[in-house]
Structure formats: C-alpha cells, structure tokens
C-alpha cells in the first residue's frame, strides 16, 4: 500500500491528507510515442535514444500541465485557459506517460536572458499556481527547459513525460 492512503471495503483508494500523496514527474525526449512509451520499463530514456531533463534525469513534483503553462503563459503571453492540453501515451495502473505539446519547449530556444527573466517574474506572480515559490527558482527551471529544448530540437525529439504514484 502506497503511504498516505487506506483501502476501504469498496477497494477505492482514500488519500487521508486531502490530495494526492507523492505523485512525481520525469521529463524525457523521445523520437516518438511508441519509443517513450518503452521509457517505463527501463526508466532509462537514454537506453531508447531518448534524453532526459538535467543531468543525469530530473525527477520533481512539477506537473506538466503547470510547465506548460508556465512556458506559454509568461513567454508566448497566452491565458491559462488557451494552454492546450497533455496527449496520453500511456495509462498503465503503476504509471502514465504524457506527451507535452511542442508548443511548450520552441519558445524557449528563441529568446535571451531578458525574455527569461520576464518570464520568471510573471510566473512567480500567478497566484495558486503550484510550482517554484519564487522568481528566482522559476528562472533556474526556464534555463533547465531551455537547455532540455536545444537538445530536443537537435535530437529531433519530442518533449514527454513520465508521471507515477
């Protein structure tokens, strides 16, 4: 049993404090959706001709959808509510993997230090965001997906993402 939750009678999973307890989040490229869809098995995108998030492969509890809007919000000015949604991969009972849109790491291998900062600080004043709690730990992630995106368009690969209890 996973920490955090009981099975009642009906076999439904109650979470005790009131959300979900240590969900986390592995960025990956692949070459395409049946590749990342082999990246659980090995948890190695590498071992696919994949390549990972930060060195050595970045685990957090950052959720694609707050990256996504993160990038498209403070970079491309678009509303919360026009960030267009994560394709599933996979939906296995251990795990899923998610396709993020393209559109969330091209803006970031276009723009300077300045854009960055500007999209730090516009993020870091989004309320109820979840994420990084300040401007400061915003820009370090943008340069981290910044980094991620080159490599991803050098590779000619995707941006997914592995996502697990």
């Known amino acids: 049993m996973r ?3 009981d099975r009642g009678e009906t076999g439904q999973s109650e979470i005790r404090s009131g959300g979900r307890v240590g969900v986390t989040y592995k960025y990956f490229g692949a070459p395409n959706g049946a590749t990342a869809a082999r990246v659980p098995l090995s948890m190695r995108p590498e071992e696919l001709g994949g390549d990972e998030l930060g060195m050595g492969g970045m685990f957090t509890r950052i959720k694609p959808e707050t990256v996504s809007a993160m990038v498209l919000t403070g970079i491309e000015g678009i509303p ?9 991969v996979v939906l296995h009972p251990d795990y899923a993997v998610v396709k993020l849109p393209t559109t ?3 803006p970031l291998r276009g723009i300077g230090e300045e854009s960055v900062g500007a999209a730090a600080f516009i993020w870091s004043t989004v309320p109820d965001r979840g994420g990084p709690s300040d401007a400061f730990n915003v820009y370090q992630l943008l340069h981290e997906w910044q980094d991620f995106s080159h490599r991803l368009h050098e590779a000619g690969h995707q941006p997914y993402c592995l996502v697990w209890p």
């Open 80 to 88: 919360l509510h026009r960030v267009p949604p994560l394709e599933l």
């Open 104 to 106: 969330v790491v091209d």
């Open 3 to 5: 920490e955090g939750t």
